[in-house]
């Protein structure tokens, strides 16, 4: 193709080509980096379980809990106990509390990691609210659960046996409330018992 043409026009197409190809490597860098921090941990991603650990050792471990928000959420988010200490491969439940507000309907989702990220990999969730788009209406006050434990196989790793606190972190993101729920007048909120 670039050939036929000459001078600045194969100069413009060479750059176009560029272009599209940067573009395209753009675009499939991200599916790929998050499935490469699912598998790794890398970064503080963490694992995904669907069942509890099959072996839990003498050997605990501290799980701090952290939370924040992205500018502009206006929930308030918080963990409800800041830190929890569980044999390594024993189940943890935690909680944290999201209340919105504000007089209108508010959904969001929360991104989270943990550090060091030498655990990321080894720090596996059962169970997270933030599989799942939250949507609280004015008023609103939910805890939400997280179910984990930390694998056993952390004592192997080079890195990770030294590793005897792992903080887990959510930021809570405003996002658009579903069709359906876009489409409602805001609701009163129920009241709190």
């Keep these: 193709m670039f050939s036929r043409l000459t001078g600045p026009r194969r100069t413009a197409a060479q750059l176009v080509t560029v272009v599209a190809v940067m573009g395209s490597l753009s675009f499939a860098a991200v599916p790929f980096y998050d499935w490469f921090c ?4 890398f970064g503080g991603a963490t694992g995904v379980a669907a069942a509890a650990s099959d072996t839990i050792l003498d050997r605990t471990i501290t799980v701090r809990f952290d939370a924040s928000k992205e500018r502009g959420m206006p929930w308030e988010f918080r963990p409800v106990q800041r830190e929890m200490t ?21 959904a ?3 991104s989270y990691n943990v550090t060091p990220y030498a655990a990321g990999g080894y720090f596996t969730k ?7 788009e939250q949507v609280l209406a004015p008023g609103e006050r939910v805890q939400m659960p997280v179910t984990f434990y930390v694998d056993p196989e952390i004592v192997t790793d080079r890195e990770g046996k ?5 903080t887990l972190s959510y930021t809570f993101h405003e996002t658009e409330l579903p069709g359906e729920q876009a489409a409602l007048p805001s609701a009163t909120p129920a009241p709190v018992n």
């Design 38 to 41: 699912r598998v790794t941990g």
């Design 162 to 166: 030294f590793v005897h606190t792992i």
């Design 108 to 110: 969001g989702t929360a």
């Design 126 to 132: 059962i169970d997270c609210f933030c599989f799942q």
């Design 86 to 106: 569980l044999r390594i491969g024993e189940t943890g439940l935690a909680f944290y509390e999201a209340y919105n507000p504000i007089d209108r309907t508010v």
